[in-house]
């Protein structure tokens, strides 16, 4: 009872400044603890509790092939400190669940049948995911609203952010960007020319990028990404399908988790399975304000799956994402110079600069009008659907918090303080 009498004094001091400064000595240890609980777990979580979790995976996205599931987010793209654009950044839980139904998106992709040498075309980026990119672009594809995060700008570049977050997935990102005296299609190069990437390092999380295929008939690429992670995580690897499409001077750049059998999964690095990162490429008035269509925008929408709890990994996004971003100027600055020294294009440059489906305005047009009848009973339908999935560790959060009140302590501060993390993580269990 000594904690209850202690509580009692703390609640007769003459001022609530008084109060809570006592509080928060009772608190802050057991935040304290808390966290340093939650690390040391992730940290040195054994390998068997994994197994179950990797072979429930495997098996489902083996048998995975309707259009519910995709992966901006991104996340992606380690992006609890730095949210790479336009192609790193995206988050998720740690549960390993990375084949979430997502209603607003299109579809992961498994094509095993093309050939390596892109006689034909590959199947896994397709019209639907250009749909989806230009609906977005236009604001028209009935999500939530989209909430302004940070307005910042450089002497050559300014950039803005705005984030999301749907009924169930990982948060979603949107940025746009303008880059000062550059073209369309040269930023369409910079960002599509891996080679350049790693050996430059202005993006400096990733370690490696290999194509795996390539198609010369509408330009779609299959990719694998290898991206550097703190130390108390291990690296992550990406299979991503990416295409563009041309409407006149406007880019329409598609890239996206896929599935492909041939690259079995391993342990380490982890692979990412939800991964979206999309953009519009356009030339834009340069902001001198001399009328002249000198400058160029990038709008980028991300969402990924990395395997780290979605609220700590928005709190990385906040902290990391302008310390980030504002490496990228400096890098398409020096890939102009090195394009303009008349050195060769790269093989992902050459695929992006040469190849790309085109389209046309009533094109683009004729799929924002397209009937979505279909999509959205499925959204409903899936909403209905009781969410089992989350009651199980609803329960062991509040179970947990329960045993742990009645070990730590009778008193009722402890317990107080015990079952309000509870409900706090029971609430974002019920959000996510």
């Known amino acids: ?52 979790r990797d072979m429930f995976m495997e098996d489902s996205t083996a048998s995975s092939s309707e259009p519910n599931s995709t992966g901006f987010g ?60 230009f ?22 570049m300014a950039y803005q952010a705005w984030q999301r977050d749907l009924e169930i ?39 490696g990028a290999d194509t795996l295929e390539s198609s010369p008939t509408d330009g779609t690429m299959v990719v694998q990404w290898v991206r550097k992670f703190p130390f108390f995580c291990s690296d992550r690897e ?12 406007t880019y329409y750049c598609v890239t996206k988790g896929v599935l492909y059998p041939s690259v079995p999964r391993k342990n380490k690095p982890r692979r990412v399975d939800l991964y979206f990162s999309s953009w519009r490429i356009r030339a834009v008035e340069s902001r001198k304000g001399d009328g002249q269509l000198s400058a160029c925008e990038v709008l980028l929408f991300h969402h ?16 990391g994402m302008w310390g980030t971003v504002r490496r990228i100027d400096p890098g398409l600055r020096e890939y102009q110079k090195e394009r303009a020294s008349g050195a060769p294009l790269s093989h992902c440059a050459s695929m992006a600069h040469h190849i790309n489906t085109e389209v046309t305005m009533d094109y683009l047009i004729s799929l924002e009008s397209q009937d979505n009848d279909s999509s959205e009973l499925e959204t409903n ?41 509870a409900r706090r993580f029971a609430k974002i269990g019920r959000r996510l």
Request: charged share 20%.
């Open 1 to 52: 009872m000594g904690l209850v009498s202690v509580f009692w004094g703390v609640l007769r001091k003459p001022t609530i400044g008084d109060v809570l400064s006592e509080l928060l000595v009772f608190i802050a240890p057991l935040w304290a603890a808390v966290v340093v609980g939650v690390l040391v777990g992730w940290v040195w979580k054994p390998k068997w509790a994994n197994l179950g």
């Open 74 to 133: 991104s996340l992606p793209s380690f992006n609890l400190v730095k949210f790479q654009f336009p192609s790193c950044i995206s988050w998720s839980s740690d549960d390993g669940a990375q084949n979430d139904s997502f209603p607003l998106s299109p579809t992961l992709h498994s094509n095993c049948s093309s050939s390596q040498n892109g006689k034909e075309n590959l199947g896994f980026v397709t019209d639907e995911d250009l749909e989806h990119l």
């Open 135 to 156: 609906k977005l672009t236009e604001e028209k594809d009935g999500g939530p609203a989209w909430i302004h995060m940070m307005d910042k700008s450089t002497p050559t």
């Open 169 to 207: 997935g990982p948060t979603q990102y949107r940025s746009r960007t303008v880059f000062d005296d550059a073209t369309p299609e040269m930023v369409r190069d910079f960002f599509w020319d891996d080679e350049f990437r790693v050996k430059s390092k202005w993006d400096e999380m990733l370690l």
């Open 238 to 249: 990406y299979l991503i399908g990416r295409r563009i499409w041309a409407s006149g001077q």
């Open 304 to 319: 990924e799956n990395m395997g780290i709890p979605w609220e700590i990994a928005k709190l990385g996004v906040k902290l």
């Open 381 to 421: 339908n899936s909403l209905e659907k009781p969410s089992g999935k989350n009651n199980i560790p609803k329960l062991v959060v509040v179970g947990g918090a329960i045993a742990v009140a009645c070990i730590l302590d009778r008193g009722l501060l402890t317990k107080a303080v015990i079952f309000g993390v």
